[in-house]
T-cell receptor
Framework: DVKVTQSSRYLVKRTGEKVFLECVQD?????MFWYRQDPGLGLRLIYF???????EKGDIPEGYSVSREKKERFSLILESASTNQTSMYLC???????????FGDGTRLSIL | GQNIDQPTEMTATEGAIVQINCTYQ??????LFWYQQHAGEAPTFLSY????GLEEKGRFSSFLSRSKGYSYLLLKELQMKDSASYLC?????????????FGQGTELSVKP
């Protein structure tokens, strides 16, 4: 079974802090993705990566950056957290091409 | 622009059949996915359509009409555990298979 592991289920941070969300997958997937999920807005793509050290902006990249130093790990960074970044963050991974994405359990992040 | 529409909520009775519709207008099309998401859990893959027609998988079936920009997910012999959010997602063209664009999700409640 594919396993996508996110480092925290719940996280509380303060405005202005630098926040790191970590995601690890164990299936040697080339593609990795970061989404946020908000009521009424669905899942929105923040960034994705299809290879080590490669990254592509999604639909809402502002205020975020990512790092992929190893194939199995994809990190999302909030450079200076703001209250409007309070959300559920979901990581996903997939093989190249038309394969379905597999999701982690999510990190519910609150910025106070 | 990119637009994916699905009903926000639906209610059905245990043992019945329910159809969840999804219409889309996207700049490119490279397949349509359905995911199931229980409250507080990760989305899990249900089905994938890239050609017109019906794909059946046990109690779940998914239909696609590319000319109409339309898909539906059919759930038969509903069970209480089918109460969940159902997400429609269209894959756009792009590097390494493209990215997914998600609808807002349909919250299905199954009543006894």
């Amino acid at each position: 079974d594919v396993k996508v592991t996110q480092s925290s289920r719940y996280l509380v941070k303060r405005t202005g802090e630098k926040v790191f969300l970590e995601c690890v997958q164990d299936m040697d997937h080339e593609n990795m993705f970061w989404y946020r999920q908000d009521p009424g807005l669905g899942l929105r793509l923040i960034y994705f990566s299809y290879d080590v050290k490669m990254k592509e902006k999604g639909d809402i990249p502002e205020g975020y950056s990512v790092s992929r130093e190893k194939k199995e790990r994809f990190s999302l960074i909030l450079e200076s957290a703001s209250t409007n970044q309070t959300s559920m963050y979901l990581c996903a991974s997939s093989f190249l091409g038309g394969q379905p994405q597999h999701f982690g359990d999510g990190t519910r992040l609150s910025i106070l | 622009g990119q637009n994916i529409d699905q009903p926000t909520e639906m209610t059905a009775t245990e043992g019945a059949i329910v159809q969840i519709n999804c219409t889309y207008q996207t700049s490119g099309f490279n397949g349509l996915f359905w995911y199931q998401q229980h409250a507080g859990e990760a989305p899990t893959f249900l089905s994938y359509n890239v050609l017109d027609g019906l794909e059946e998988k046990g109690r779940f079936s998914s239909f696609l009409s590319r000319s109409k920009g339309y898909s539906y997910l059919l759930l038969k012999e509903l069970q209480m555990k089918d109460s969940a959010s159902y997400l429609c997602a269209v894959r756009d063209w792009g590097p390494q298979g493209g990215k997914l664009i998600f609808g807002q999700g349909t919250e299905l409640s199954v009543k006894p």
